[in-house]
């Protein structure tokens, strides 16, 4: 590479990292990002222990995960901004030592409205670290190892989610809760210390555009109500509640404004202007619409495996965990290969698997075994590579390098509240398709019914009460319940994976190295 010296160099006139620095670089952005996305997903398998060791209900805990997800979505279309403001670099450090505060401060909290906030802050320092990782990878590398870069990028994004519940599960049986968050002490520090040494003589040029303060106010109260609405409608019945109501307005309203005004405004604080490019606007519909259905399945999977069939932190974490094997086998060997394939054809396969392995989890009964179970997951590994490395270079295809950290920020924003919206949404079906599921099969534990009696029989021949034989009836009617509920939202996750392959074809090739024009 060295005779390509003229021309290799960064935005800021530098040469790209070489050797020993660019690994270590590539180390320290990669756990700092791994530590981030990893974050979203810990505490799913830890809600009931966190609810239960702070009184109250499983469906409040889920305020963990989603208060996180509020915070960091919020953050994330303002990335670009603030990177322009304060440099790319002190940006990316700032964020990293914020987010390791308020982990300490999650950890330590004794109180339910305490751990939100501290998610929140957490979330919201969070926020720009993944979008920046990305752009600060793809500016220290040599053009023609941009594609390894993204990949090793898209590694950690991917395999994150996955490890997890399994880490999550294991420290949560092994220690507390709050371990699950002690973890991100030493990695934060490490790498903002490492990101720091390198990169502060790298810092990108900075603007003082002043600040947006009505977009700003429109994108907080819009997406603060949003997620709000989607959190509390299960509790409050939807839209039956008055509160509900005014936090659906309030956002509508909101949202509806921010476009409008950040279409318009002279210093906007998020750039729409992005979807005007084709590839972006339908790799972000992609890729937000693809991690709503991914995400659903990784919600609710173990929060079956665990209140319905009575695994433990670890084991459900185990047995989702095995999606990340071929995954991150797979994702080095995509990377490399980037530029000779057909992306959206890449793209059509993982949705092809997402499908089917959705369909495959949806025939699934109470009764089956662990290997049953980790079976699919497995197969699911496949398309994950296949799914986040293309539509990361799709709609980053053809953006100058001072667009990236915008339109990595925006598509990040998606991709969070695509997940985000998820959760709220799917475990709010789960519940009431469970019992809508309940009712029905109630119908059939009758005096007329053999079974039903049969059974009831034998448990007073054991030695219960009648009321108490009714009471195990009920258990197992509510466990057939559960499950057959699961397996609709599966399914609905297999439709929505089918759905949406004509949309990655709308996006135009050549898909040429980000940061630069399309080739």
């Known amino acids: 590479m060295a005779d390509n010296s003229a021309e290799e160099k960064t935005a800021e006139g530098l040469p790209p990292l070489h050797g020993t620095a660019l690994v270590l670089l590539t180390i320290a952005v990669a756990f700092s990002t791994f530590m981030e996305v990893l974050d979203m997903t810990i505490v799913n398998v830890a809600v009931p222990h966190i609810a239960g060791s702070l009184g109250v209900s499983a469906n409040e805990g889920t305020w963990t995960i989603s208060s996180y997800s509020l915070a960091s979505a919020i953050m994330q279309p303002l990335t670009g901004w603030i990177a322009r403001r304060f440099g790319e670099v002190k940006t990316f450090v700032v964020s990293v030592g914020l987010f390791v505060v308020f982990s300490m401060m999650c950890g330590l909290a004794t109180s339910m409205p305490m751990l939100v906030f501290a998610r929140l802050m957490q979330g919201a320092g969070s926020g720009p670290m993944v979008a920046l990782s990305l752009t600060l990878l793809l500016a220290s590398y040599p053009k023609a190892k941009q594609g390894i870069a993204l990949a090793l990028w898209a590694m950690t994004v991917v395999v994150a989610p996955i490890f997890g519940p399994i880490l999550g599960g294991w420290l949560t049986d092994n220690f507390s809760w709050p371990w699950i968050f002690y973890i991100n002490l030493p990695v934060g520090v490490l790498a903002g210390v ?38 509390n409608g299960n509790d409050h019945d939807w839209f039956a509640s008055g509160l509900i109501t005014t936090l659906g307005i309030i956002a509508l309203v909101c949202l509806t404004f921010l476009v409008v005004w950040e279409l318009h405004a002279k ?253």
């Open 194 to 231: 490492i990101t720091w040494t390198l990169l502060r003589k790298r810092e990108t040029k900075t603007f003082q555009s002043p600040i947006d303060v009505i977009g700003l106010v429109l994108l907080v109260a819009g997406v603060g109500c949003l997620q709000f609405m989607l959190d």
């Open 267 to 519: 210093h906007p604080v998020v750039d729409l202007t992005l979807f005007k490019q084709r590839n972006f606007t339908a790799g972000v519909i992609a890729l937000s619409l693809g991690m709503f259905a991914f995400f659903g399945i990784n919600v609710v999977f173990p929060l079956w495996l665990q209140t319905t069939l009575g695994y433990t932190a670890t084991w459900a974490g185990l047995a989702t965990a095995p999606v990340g094997i071929l995954a991150f086998l797979l994702s080095p060997v995509i990377g490399r290969n980037m530029q000779k394939l057909e992306l959206r054809a890449v793209v059509t396969f993982a949705f092809v698997v997402f499908a089917g392995t959705s369909y495959w989890f949806s025939t699934f009964d109470s009764g089956a075994s662990f290997s049953t179970l980790v079976l699919p997951r497995f197969v699911m590994g496949v398309a994950i590579p296949c799914f986040f490395i293309p539509l990361n270079q799709i709609y980053l295809s053809g953006l100058p390098a001072n667009e990236i950290a915008s339109a990595s920020g925006l598509a990040n924003f998606f991709r969070t509240l695509g997940s985000s919206v998820s959760t709220a949404v799917t475990v709010t079906l789960w519940q009431h398709r469970g019992i809508l599921h309940h009712a029905t099969l109630t119908e059939n534990v009758t005096g007329a019914s053999q079974p039903a009696t049969q059974i009831v029989g034998q448990l007073t021949h054991g030695g219960l009460g009648q009321t108490q034989a009714l009471g195990v009836v009920d258990q197992l009617v509510n466990k057939e319940a559960l499950t057959l509920a699961v397996n609709d939202i599966f399914l609905l996750c297999a439709v929505l994976f089918i759905v949406l392959i004509p949309v990655i074809w709308l996006a135009k090739p050549p898909f040429g190295s980000a940061g630069g024009p399309a080739h």
